[in-house]
């Protein structure tokens, strides 16, 4: 039972370097997520999507950017990295209406230099 | 806006002793409510969760009550074990909105 699954689990960039965070998940579900992790912030929602084609901006969206081609992958990309940017990241999918479980990846920690 | 606060931790009790992190929500309408669990090195898992008013969700002997009158979705267990030791997170979700909040590291002592 692959899940949610992230890549890379770390991550050091030098600011201004760009990369891509990598989310795929094989439960077939609409909605998918990513969130940041930062020290007594919890987690904050940085992008989300409904449905391939669909994205939309959370509470924290500058500086990232996401698409959604696939039901399966959900990118994020860092055009630019900045030092704020370091954090821990974590890809999430949710199941059906009605329940409201999100599934978690295991999240990638990067480092902005 | 939607947001929660939840006790600023960290918390160490001893082996059953009990536990209660306390979780208050501030949001339009009746959201869904959640406890996420954290264990070192992965990603949060879901604990337990209620989807209206004075319902009360459990799992693995945790314990969590709806109260919508005091806007609060504590989490308790009579008798902790040292393999609860992890971070625990409150969240809430209204449509496409989930809010979590800050966490709260638990360490349990043999």
């Known amino acids: 039972n692959a899940g949610v699954t992230q890549t890379p689990k770390f991550q050091v960039l030098k600011t201004g370097q760009s990369m891509t965070l990598q989310c795929a998940q094989d439960m077939n579900h609409e909605y998918m997520s990513w969130y940041r992790q930062d020290p007594g912030m919890g987690l904050r929602l940085i992008h989300y999507?409904?449905?391939?084609?669909?994205?939309d901006q959370g509470e924290v969206p500058n500086g990232y950017n996401v698409s959604r081609s696939t039901t399966e992958d959900f990118p994020l990309r860092l055009l630019s990295a900045a030092p704020s940017q370091t954090s821990v990241y974590f890809c999430?999918?949710?199941?059906?209406?009605?329940?409201?479980?999100?599934?978690f990846g295991e999240g990638s920690r990067l480092t902005v230099l | 806006g939607n947001s929660v606060t939840q006790m600023e931790g960290p918390v160490t009790l001893s082996e059953e002793a009990f536990l209660t992190i306390n979780c208050t929500y501030t949001?339009?309408?009746?959201?869904?409510l959640f406890w996420y669990v954290q264990y070192p090195g992965e990603g949060l898992q879901l604990l337990l969760k209620a989807t209206k008013a004075d319902d009360k969700g459990s799992n693995k002997g945790f314990e969590a009550t709806y109260r919508k009158e005091t806007t609060s979705f504590h989490l308790e267990k009579g008798s902790v074990q040292v393999s609860d030791s992890a971070v625990y997170f409150c969240?809430?979700?209204?449509?496409?909105?989930?809010?979590f909040g800050a966490g709260t590291r638990l360490t349990v002592k043999p």
């Open positions: 949001a339009t309408g009746y959201p869904s």
């Open positions: 969240a809430l979700r209204r449509d496409n909105d989930m809010r």
């Open positions: 999430a999918s949710r199941s059906p209406p009605g329940t409201g479980e999100l599934f």
């Open positions: 999507s409904v449905g391939a084609g669909i994205t």
